[in-house]
């Protein structure tokens, strides 16, 4: 028998090991290969200190505006985000952020049936990889992941999509800039677009409608077990928050009339009743709806889309929150004396 061969093996294992370190190291040195998310995590930790909130979650998050509540909060949303990778990036990001008092989540009517890995529809698995690469914790895998969990880690390497701007930045030899400013806001997400009529909304609440049930459909068929699963995930989270005396504000912001009557009452109400149940036990957390807000619902003015503030909405909206959300009036009232 070849003692030496076990040496043999684990000397190419540890070599192997050493050149994936340090082709990730230089890799996400020179372009990282989920740059948003980076930059953010970056920017987090230079001014962790300064923010007391977090809007979390996903697009519909357009409509908090922390300059609008005169609160230093932090934007960390993505578009297209589920409960599942919201409740992991909050349980990754809160103790990176010791002045952390409270985490804004928009609790769309359709969340609690979506698991992005189970969307076939569209690529959405991506943002579950993206998540994993960014915020590494093995301790706090999503049940069922280990799998993208691991193809997350290797991304920076194996990925040859990443390898062209990698080599791109060693020609050019400054770095590309990151549309990220220190609320963590991406700039390419612009708060305004034109919206010239009620019909263009009625419209859009049509396509919104469609787009959003279309993956609840896919996750259910292939995910049946999703809502237990989400509740253990959500009430986790939750006592984390509790944990480290952290409030979590759940709400749904307001749509547009139309939008509302296209998904229907019954989708609605079951979708806040489960909430609401989850949170119950939990003095931390709340849940506030404002879908069908008379100042917001019919005013076009107001919207982006169907389903999403523009920048005026979102400044009246986070000014409303303001006034009726506990925490943050006193958040605002500390650090505004």
Not at 22 to 46: E, F, G, M, Q, Y
Not at 258 to 264: A, I, K, P, R
Not at 296 to 303: C, N, Q, V
């Amino acid at each position: 028998m070849n003692t030496k061969l076990p040496f043999h093996v684990f000397g190419f294992l540890l070599l192997g090991f050493l050149l994936y370190i340090s082709l990730h190291i230089i890799s996400n040195a020179l372009s990282p290969v989920h740059p948003i998310d980076t930059a953010r995590k970056s920017v987090i930790d230079l001014h962790s200190c300064q923010i007391m909130a977090l809007s979390a979650g996903h697009s519909q998050s357009r409509a908090i505006d922390f300059e609008s509540m005169n609160l230093p909060g932090f934007y960390s949303w993505r578009n297209g985000q589920d409960l599942f990778e919201t409740t992991y990036k909050v349980r990754q990001l809160a103790p990176r952020i010791p002045e952390l008092k409270v985490v804004l989540i928009p609790f769309a009517y359709t969340l609690l049936w979506m698991d992005n890995v189970a969307i076939t529809s569209s690529n959405r698995s991506m943002l579950r990889l993206e998540m994993y690469n960014t915020y590494p914790r093995p301790t706090q895998i999503i049940e069922g992941d280990l799998q993208r969990f691991i193809a997350g880690l290797l991304a920076p390497v194996v990925r040859y999509d990443h390898w062209l701007p990698v080599l791109s930045q060693i020609r050019r030899g400054t770095p590309a800039d990151i549309p990220i400013l220190e609320n963590g806001w991406n700039t390419t997400k612009l708060r305004d677009r034109p919206i010239s009529s009620p019909s263009e909304l009625f419209f859009d609440s049509l396509l919104k409608a469609k787009y959003h049930v279309l993956p609840v459909q896919e996750t259910t068929a292939s995910h049946p077990d999703v809502l237990p699963d989400l509740e253990k995930l959500v009430k986790g989270m939750i006592e984390c928050l509790q944990g480290q005396d952290i409030g979590v504000v759940f709400y749904t912001p307001p749509y547009f009339h139309s939008y509302n009557s296209l998904v229907g009452t019954d989708i609605i109400l079951n979708a806040q009743n489960i909430l609401k149940d989850w949170i119950a036990e939990y003095p931390n957390a709340s849940y506030l709806d404002y879908s069908t807000h008379q100042d917001f619902t019919e005013e076009t003015h107001l919207f982006y889309d169907a389903a999403h503030l523009n920048g005026a909405g979102a400044a009246a909206f986070s000014r409303l929150l303001v006034q009726e959300v506990d925490i943050l009036q006193r958040l605002v009232r500390a650090d505004n004396p």
